[in-house]
């Protein structure tokens, strides 16, 4: 088995391949197993992985159909080719004690993260020293039982530097943030009479965006002095814009050396964020922040590599970094008997049974199935939204009608991609005499320090001379940029579910394929479905659903042990 042949069957793609052949060349680096080894490591890392573990079988390397057709070396025949070459002795390759290769970078990033988490374990906790205060505080901002979640995430906030507040959608995350946020900032204007500086920060446009509305939204319904509320913002940044990115995504302003300015920082929608902004963000965080880490773990983890949010939550379970994960659990968007809220918590706890059955009603207006044979007459469904937000060219109507409504896909190519749906929506949409419409929805796909707009950022492109878009920002409204010199985007009249992430829209068509394929996950079907503030519209067969849920999206890393060993 050679790599050229499993390039030539698409097991394996030519960056990976010449990845190892360029190491290979190194004097005393190279064997096949060693080899092979890299290429598979690099293929790990494309997919989200940040390691190969040597254990695995070609079984759950490859597709079922190609696995009987090749072999791979033992773990311990890997790994004494492994130890004997250059590459993992102080070279680009690293072999842990667990049998995990890394490319070295992605070994030191897993290192650098649980380094920052260890040393912030000793920063002295923010409490209150009168507990009587502090009581009368938490009864009045968190109103619910004494030992309700909410209150358990004030208390680990005050008692931690870092602390992680889980939840799903509709859990109240957010207006448990705003409330923890004002007892903070409460206490530290009786202690020392200023107000803290704090930070709200996502990982996309849209997301901060959404943020900073929700958080405006939550001020209204905690009970704290006008004087708290004040200090509270209303406006999010991106991480990305937050940490200065410059040009290539490589590097950022912000560092140890010149840290963010702020004491209280929140970071939400984190099961996006991968190990490189993680690392960066807990440098940049100054040393005696309190750091608020939200998000949902259940979702897909972000697209480059890492699981952080789901490895850290771990960590909180079982090792040294111990009870830092507070979950919220009632869900306050649904209502109990209302399908869609069925839907999203039977998926998200992989119930076959009951997600078969809420798909099979005739009688919900809120979740709607159709077979593979209906998506013609979504599709037209489709091109009625579509036009309705075409026909607007004011910056605000047409994101506010974006919000509305969404087609989702698992995938950006074939028959049921992202570019394909988006093709037939823009057929239908065309003139008699096959003009396109002046206005096109498009989604940002690289980010740009110069011109301040990021990947996942949309955008309303206007025809004329020259083409505009006007950009929808997460801290400055809409601002207006030349078509020329926008960053690389596409058009947004189908997205796939990773790019939706982060946002929510009011009705969601969620099309499938009519194959399984490995990329359909639990986590995927849990992300699109949730998305949905009112409903969901699913086209596709119901086996490939049955399929779905019973594969889990996993991620190799070794980030939950470094952080115990960080922790001694």
Request: negative net charge; glycine residues 8%; charged residues 25%.
């Amino acid at each position: 088995m050679s790599l050229a042949d499993l390039q030539s069957r698409g097991l394996i793609e030519r960056l990976d391949v010449e990845l190892a052949r360029a190491l290979g060349r190194m004097p005393g680096a190279s064997s096949p197993e060693v080899e092979l080894a890299i290429a598979l490591t690099s293929r790990n890392v494309r997919r989200g992985h940040s390691c190969f573990p040597l254990g695995t079988s070609a079984a759950e390397i490859w597709a079922r159909d190609a696995a009987p057709l090749y072999s791979v070396p033992d773990a311990e025949q890997w790994r004494k080719a492994l130890a004997k070459s250059r590459l993992t002795q102080e070279g680009p390759l690293v072999l842990d004690e667990a049998g995990r290769l890394y490319l070295r970078r992605y070994w030191q990033l897993e290192r650098d993260i649980a380094r920052q988490l260890a040393v912030r374990a000793s920063v002295p906790p923010i409490v209150a020293d009168d507990a009587a205060w502090l009581n009368a505080s938490l009864e009045r901002l968190f109103p619910e039982e004494p030992d309700s979640p909410q209150r358990r995430a004030a208390q680990n906030a005050l008692q931690h530097s870092i602390s992680l507040l889980c939840g799903g959608p509709g859990t109240g995350k957010t207006t448990t943030v705003a409330a923890i946020v004002a007892l903070i900032i409460e206490g530290q204007l009786r202690a020392t009479g200023a107000a803290p500086k704090v930070m709200l920060l996502a990982p996309t446009g849209k997301s901060a965006a959404r943020l900073g509305e929700a958080v405006r939204q939550a001020k209204a319904r905690i009970q704290a002095s006008e004087e708290v509320l004040e200090q509270i913002p209303e406006q999010a940044s991106t991480v990305h814009r937050a940490l200065g990115m410059q040009r290539g995504g490589m590097h950022f302003r912000r560092s140890a050396d010149l840290p963010l300015e702020a004491e209280v920082l929140v970071v939400d929608e984190a099961s996006m964020i991968d190990l490189v902004l993680m690392r960066q963000l807990l440098e940049a965080t100054p040393r005696d922040a309190t750091l608020l880490i939200v998000g949902d773990p259940d979702q897909l983890t972000s697209v480059e590599a890492g699981s952080v949010l789901r490895d850290l939550v771990t960590a909180s379970a079982q090792t040294g970094w111990r009870d830092r994960a507070t979950y919220l659990t009632t869900t306050y968007r649904y209502d109990e008997e209302q399908p869609l809220g069925q839907l999203v918590a039977a998926i998200r706890n992989g119930e076959g049974s009951l997600v078969e059955a809420l798909l099979a009603r005739e009688d919900a207006d809120d979740v709607v199935w159709a077979s593979a044979g209906g998506l013609q007459a979504e599709l037209d469904r489709a091109a009625t939204h579509w036009s309705e937000v075409l026909a607007t060219g004011n910056a605000r109507e047409h994101f506010e009608l974006r919000g509305r409504y969404v087609v989702l896909s698992p995938f950006r190519r074939g028959p049921v991609g992202t570019r394909q749906l988006g093709s037939s929506i823009r057929d239908r949409l065309a003139s008699p005499t096959g003009d396109a419409p002046r206005v096109t929805p498009i989604i940002i796909e690289e980010n740009s320090h110069e011109l301040r707009v990021y990947n996942g950022d949309f955008a309303m492109l206007v025809g004329g001379q020259p083409p505009t878009a006007t950009v929808q920002s997460d801290t400055e409204g809409f601002r207006e940029i030349a078509e020329a010199r926008l960053p690389r985007f596409s058009d947004a009249f189908a997205l796939s579910v990773h790019k939706a992430q982060g946002s929510e829209f009011d009705e969601v068509l969620l099309v499938l394929p009519e194959e399984d394929a490995p990329l359909l996950t639990r986590e995927l079907l849990y992300t699109a479905v949730s998305r949905a503030r009112k409903r969901v519209r699913v086209v596709g067969p119901k086996q490939i659903v049955a399929a779905a849920l019973e594969r889990r999206a996993q991620r190799y890393s070794g980030l939950v042990d470094a952080i115990g060993r960080a922790l001694g």
